[in-house]
């Protein structure tokens, strides 16, 4: 079979990895030959192709990133979108997909299955909020790089009487949040999922200034007070229409030394939590993702995504993976709250 | 409640962050306290104890080993053990017992469970060994550490000829090595559960020099050949009966050089595997194994150990723990023979 | 003899180094004994002590902050300072002190020893801008820090098209920028030293966009434009008069926005760069600075503190620590420029 | 003009920044342009070639080993080595050459220069053991790895009864075991400039065992007992003449077993030493050593190599490179043994 490729939506540690498994069990493994699409969708949109054999593969497992490149690009937002990346995969000889990408992609290839193109999906998310799957690859990683980082927070908080705020990534989920905060031992952890009341916020962090040690609080950057605390954030977006930095985390920082006359510093990590080295479970995760789809691919077993559930890898129709999103549920905040304060 | 809890075996990224989370739930959420008994089963042993309060726990999520030390004293071996412990419990009013370690430890447990006393089980192997759970604390960490060293042998297997073997943990499971190797792309992973083919490793090598790399060899401390192909590893033999170093990743850069002309060199990884600072999974991992320990003991649910299943951490009889051996199965061994050579 | 110890301003790691040097040699070595100072300058002025042992020092190597705490308490701003001080030494009955600190620390280090007070400073600024030594112990750990977080920035700014800005510490000298960026490969690296002019930054940004990459900007939070571009950004100030977060960075991010029509995306660093361990650079300089120090007390050589001078650690006048800041030359900047754009 | 470059001998972090330097500087710079030579003096040597141009030095910075590939051969020890190498760089139109290597690698250089030719030298020994440079790039980077794996045997030392010993790179100079062990806390440094008598070195592991921490013993491969104490160690030689793991580490770790009755465990690092990405201190190192070499090479200034003075970058002849082994002289030992036992 002639398979074809690509990688959408924001980058994410493990996509390489799951690139080599697809290639090299499917290449010298099963005899089928592959077509790289540039830029997840703008790829086959416009035919847009490049090798993608043994030699292309060597060496990219540790690296973060994707070399496909990513965009994202959405055909269904595109006239005739569809249409048009069907024709491109005939002329092309391209006999099935594999996409690999997160929510967006996937409602993408859904779309294209269900207009007869032989599709597999693999699951791309670096906030890990798929419901479908027990861990997407990429959040392990980020979640280590953001623990590291509440990890050097606390020499400063043992010794400075100041305010700690770590924002990391999330905008409807809380995971790394919650993960990274309860790793690295942080003393408030705000989440999308729970609207949070500044005033009690305020009372942890005053309840540890009273010990020798500084707060540190970890906040998700799609956090945000109850009704009515907050009333400027809203307005402060980019020209993209994203809340900027200088959003929920500088909010906090703001508020924590306006009630409380103490110093507040925030560390906004931003992008460094998506880039780099995948770790060890990123990268297993990713190429038994990999190894698993190439299968599927192998056996004619389309319109499905690979998907984690333990120790093993599945098979889950893709309209699951594009069902509801998996946000923090209570039982598991409220371990976290435990040790809070 | 007053509340015992040890650590046995050897040592394992994870158990402070178990300890920790007992505490900084037992005490100010269910308002129990603890007694700390070191050394694992010396403690109870000898009635040696030492203060586990909150203050006690405080900064020590982000460090390997056991604040309440840690032995390989086992009580069933010891005349008169059982009873011993059970005077000491008594006399120091401990109403329950928390136990954290591998089979050996748990062993005991359950002994002791069957004797009357009320335990809970948590369990620690770096192994990853233990068939009750999905994964264990310390197992990720160790494979991270084995991960990163052989990331840095490819530099050198990119530009010299020679062939690189690096010796991980796993006397009787394989799981390191698979995970570690998969992880940093060898060309060819050996472990206990399948006695390998010199002959057919040599081919790998051989195939690998033929490309302008080197070959990376990752093999467990327990892996061996098929029967007759050794004839001197099993004499090399230390004082304690423990393979010495010089023992199979040495054997091998032995026969590979004798058959190949070309250099190789050994890494033995040994104790660095279990040291250090615990990734961002195994403290979340034992935080949450913590977390239920002392709801278990709280709801007097004990006999039991608690376990990872999927995303949820579940309990099941502490006869689970001692039953089988989890070795590496088929199945996985073939997704990574997939990248061998 | 009695010596006293304290740890002055930010903390930065390689403290704990240069105070377990000191208590290593100092008492076994030479029969010395210890009172640690807790919180800078405040200890000796309010006479509040710790006890300074070999025990106390056991395992802090690899640690970062102080376990004697610090302060920016200045005695010098505060009535009678320098005399309440003297008075606490002596009726500490301690007859030598070492202070190590910054600028500032070792300013009052220097009038005290003015004052008839036998005292020995050590060189404590992460931002490397002291004159008198080659290299202060903190700096090799924050560039390390600040350069791991680029080097993850370059895979996003391989796959996505965004003008990455990451903005890292140094408010008067920009080594931590000049370094870090060289050393991950920044396109644009801005400084204190040296106004920018944004029009140029601009070109350099656009030159990069028109290749497949994208570009990454290494900003000193004390960098700033040349007169007459920026109006906003100097009103910007948190109640401390500190420049807040949506500092520099935040303001290139906006004007590259406006200029270019591309995202721009800022990660602060913050306080991350100053915390956890130290790299082996600074752990073997703040050994040997205390080394050096505890030399010193003994051959009663005061007045003086330590220095890095090619391999070899020197005693300077303490005069020559408060002199004059160590900026980033013309040379060494024109040396980064070459990789820009 | 037309410069070649290439490097020679074992790898070393850092290689390719100054590669990337070099030619980053050279071509958009100077307007040169560039022949690589593959590995080492092989190249020159058999005329074998590759494109060294702007795109070629993409993305290596942060990468370990080298682009240009490396090898032990030495012209010298070739008949007509030095005379087939001019015709080459002749037939070639190489005006001048950037010769990258240790002490072999420079040799050549000189004799080259001496014969004739336009050589610049850049000093690359991981080992640290040039005299004619504070240091060189790749040594940070070996010191930070040993450090980190002996931090990590901390964890064990403090809970299990076991001597650690780490063996680590350095033949004929003990810099790296002196950096790291002096860095990581180890109780006993040995190193190839002083044997060791097997009963001090004992007699510290004793009175380690009296603590309630275990000893961790650093030792350089080079190192070895006074004379008599060792028997069976120089017969264990491989097929090349090299000492063969097994080496010192594993002596030692016999003889404290015999003489202690307690378990000791030996971990070889091996070539992780010398791979994967530099520390920002060699690449910056590195970094201002290419542009250095490039400087000369445009300035006509040949038979000389760079150097690290302070922190200045200078020029210093050929002839000073080959002349003494940089070994570590008795009082830098002296600052070490402080702190064994």
Redo the contacts between chains.
């Keep these: 079979m002639r398979i074809g490729v690509l990688t959408g939506g924001?980058?994410c540690?493990g996509l390489n990895a799951v690139i080599r498994?697809i290639v090299?069990?499917g290449i010298p493994?099963y005899g089928h030959e592959f077509v790289g699409f540039r830029d997840g969708w703008r790829g086959p949109l416009e035919g847009d192709t490049t090798v993608l054999d043994v030699q292309a593969v060597r060496?990219i497992?540790?690296?973060?990133?994707?070399i496909l490149?990513?965009s994202r690009t959405n055909p269904l937002k595109i006239e005739n979108g569809i249409a048009r990346i069907k024709e491109n995969l005939a002329s092309l000889g391209v006999d099935a997909l594999i996409a690999i990408g997160g929510e967006d992609t996937l409602g993408v290839a859904r779309a294209l299955h269900d207009s007869g193109v032989p599709v597999v999906g693999v699951p791309k998310t670096i906030d890990n909020d798929l419901n479908a799957t027990?861990?997407t690859f990429g959040f392990?990683t980020a979640?280590?790089?953001a623990?590291?980082?509440i990890?050097?927070?606390?020499?400063?908080a043992?010794?400075?009487h100041r305010a700690?705020i770590c924002e990391v990534m999330g905008r409807h989920a809380g995971w790394i949040a919650l993960?990274?905060g309860?790793?690295?031992?942080a003393n408030v952890i705000l989440i999308p999922e729970k609207p949070f009341d500044i005033d009690r916020v305020v009372a942890y962090v005053e309840s540890r200034f009273r010990t020798r040690y500084s707060p540190i609080l970890v906040v998700s950057e799609g956090a945000h007070p109850v009704d009515g605390q907050m009333e400027l954030l809203g307005g402060d977006l980019?020209?993209?229409g994203h809340v900027?930095?200088?959003g929920i985390?500088?909010w906090l920082?703001?508020e924590i030394?306006?009630r409380t006359g103490k110093?507040a510093?925030?560390?906004?990590?931003?992008?460094?939590?998506?880039?780099?080295?995948p770790?060890?479970?990123d990268?297993?995760l990713a190429?038994?993702f990999g190894?698993q789809a190439i299968d599927a691919v192998n056996e004619h077993d389309f319109g499905i995504m690979v998907a984690l559930?333990?120790?093993d890898i599945v098979r889950v129709g893709l309209d699951e993976a594009t069902a509801t999103l998996k946000t923090v549920p209570v039982e598991r905040y409220a371990?976290a709250e435990?040790?809070f304060g």
């Design positions: 924001g980058d540690p498994a090299r069990k493994g060496g497992l540790p690296r973060g990133g994707t490149g990513s027990d861990y392990d979640v280590g790089i623990m590291e980082a990890d050097r927070l606390h020499t400063t043992e010794s400075h700690l993960h990274a309860m790793a690295a031992g980019d020209a993209f900027r930095l200088g985390g500088e920082a703001k030394e306006k110093e510093r925030t560390t906004v990590l931003g992008h460094i939590q998506r880039g780099g080295t770790t060890a479970f990268r297993v190429t038994r190894l559930r333990g120790t371990e435990v040790f």
